[in-house]
């Protein structure tokens, strides 16, 4: 296998990993406010994922990390073309991460509730960002015979450029798409992580995203029997499997199996995640202008000096990155009691 197949091997890892773990982080940012009634019930919630929410943001810099280091030109066409729904992205998870490490340090209830709206808006904004940034991974931007975003001269048309992409029904279809996975996978973490009240109401929203996934895994279903024969089959059985997934973890959650509803909706989002990854081969970045203007894998790599230099490096790095985040899920698995505790 060549270096330019194992690395781009190594970007679709890092892209599942952030995705499936900081998905459950992001459906908990949301649902807290709504599976908690409380103060303690919502403080119960948001502490499954205390742990482990800023390591799980290590793989998005691995992500875009190794795509800069391992695919230069994929990095450079993508971010450009997409760099203000980036800071959207950033700014986002900014205030994400500063609504939970703040929340905790003042006593106030309101000062708490505010924190966590805003957990529960940036969660949300960050998670439909990302679905419909997901959709130009498939549907491309308008590279030039360069490989450069084609741009009229002037900020207001380079930021119009940039938002245009974001601007489709596949995007809006992504969105949708991804703040239902992503409570669907916070649903399953939380019936799995807690104990009490919130684990009650977050069986019920689980069956109610389930049955979410199974409807859009059908409309990708009917879509692709209405799309161009070359794409239809791959479609077609893409949205099967999705709804297939969504209704396995439905009858996991309503027989309290919370380990196995879990597991199968962490590798629904992982599937997902890896079709649209690989929805074009070895195109990593269509041209909407012109088929052939499109960048592949072999186009978009680095040289091989340099893809032999950081697999020396990753050969270290990356397995440490996944020792370290396996043991501290481990040490950190029991659940969250979410019910009070009567004392005398």
Not at 145 to 162: I, K, Q, T, W, Y
Request: charged share 15%; proline share 4%.
């Amino acid at each position: 296998m060549d270096l330019v197949t194992v690395w781009f091997a190594v970007v679709v890892l890092c892209w599942v990993l952030f995705f499936t773990l900081e998905g459950f982080d992001f459906g908990v940012g949301v649902l807290a406010p709504l599976v908690g009634r409380d103060e303690h019930e919502r403080g119960a919630a948001l502490k499954t994922i205390g742990p482990f929410w800023d390591g799980n943001e290590v793989w998005l810099v691995a992500a875009v990390g190794v795509t800069y280091a391992a695919f230069p030109a994929w990095y450079a066409s993508l971010l450009s073309g997409t760099y203000l729904p980036m800071v959207g992205v950033l700014l986002l998870l900014a205030g994400r991460g500063v609504a939970l490490e703040f929340r905790s340090k003042h006593s106030d209830p309101r000062w708490r509730r505010r924190c966590e709206v805003v957990l529960a808006l940036c969660s949300a904004g960050v998670v439909a960002l990302w679905g419909a940034l997901l959709s130009v991974f498939v549907r491309g931007l308008a590279l030039g015979a360069d490989g450069e975003v084609v741009a009229g001269p002037g900020l207001a048309a380079g930021l119009a450029r940039s938002v245009a992409p974001l601007l489709t029904p596949e995007a809006a279809f992504g969105a949708v798409a991804a703040l239902v996975l992503s409570l669907l996978l916070g649903a399953a973490f939380l019936a799995l992580r807690t104990t009490g009240p919130v684990r009650t109401r977050a069986h019920r929203v689980a069956a109610g995203a389930a049955a979410g996934v199974v409807a859009l895994g059908a409309v990708v279903a009917v879509a692709g029997l209405t799309g161009a024969q070359g794409v239809q089959r791959g479609t077609v059985v893409v949205g099967a499997l999705v709804a297939a997934a969504a209704a396995a973890v439905a009858v996991a959650t309503r027989l309290r199996r919370e380990g196995a509803a879990f597991t199968v909706a962490s590798l629904l989002v992982a599937g997902v995640v890896v079709a649209v990854l690989l929805a074009n081969g070895d195109v990593v970045l269509p041209s909407t202008l012109d088929p052939a203007w499109a960048l592949t894998r072999e186009s978009a790599a680095a040289t091989p000096a340099a893809l032999g230099l950081i697999t020396a490096f990753g050969a270290v790095a990356v397995p440490g990155v996944v020792v370290y985040q396996v043991w501290s899920y481990w040490v950190f698995r029991r659940r969250v009691a979410s019910e009070r505790v009567a004392t005398a």
